[in-house]
Nanobody
Framework: QVQPVESGGGVVQAGGSLRLSCVAS????????MVWFRQPPGKEREFVAA????????KYRDSVKGRFSISRDNAKNTMYLQMNSLKPEDTAVYYC??????????????????????WGQGTQVTVSS
């Protein structure tokens, strides 16, 4: 089973940037779709971005389109989330997770947490105004 570990969170001013990393161990993620979710204070976990196993298809929540970019390096068993033009409403704990099914099509990238089964512990991102 995939065991992901997130890093790269921190405190940044509005308009700043952060790059999150998700390093996986346990098995290769090269055949698995991967996802970023976040949980803002006092709110439920919400979808942020997903990427196909091959890296050639992505999906984003509307509020981060044009500001966030998801990518992956299968040779390093690692996924990334580049976050630019950060806003206070991006403040949350960010989690990465993997899809249990292999070779999912890009059009089938899931946006619900129940579709993913291997979760990291999260990394805190705080954006100050």
């Amino acid at each position: 089973q995939v065991q992901p570990v997130e890093s790269g969170g921190g405190v940044v001013q509005a308009g700043g940037s952060l790059r999150l990393s998700c390093v996986a161990s346990g098995r290769t993620i090269s055949t698995l779709a991967m996802v970023w979710f976040r949980q803002p204070p006092g709110k439920e976990r919400e979808f942020v971005a997903a990427i196909k196993w091959s890296g050639d298809a992505t999906k984003y929540r509307d509020s981060v389109k044009g500001r966030f970019s998801i990518s992956r390096d299968n040779a390093k068993n690692t996924m990334y989330l580049q976050m630019n033009s950060l806003k206070p409403e991006d403040t949350a704990v960010y989690y990465c997770a993997s899809e249990p099914r292999t070779f999912m099509r890009g059009e089938d990238l899931a946006i619900t947490a129940a579709d993913y089964d291997s979760w990291g512990q999260g990394t805190q991102v705080t954006v100050s105004s």
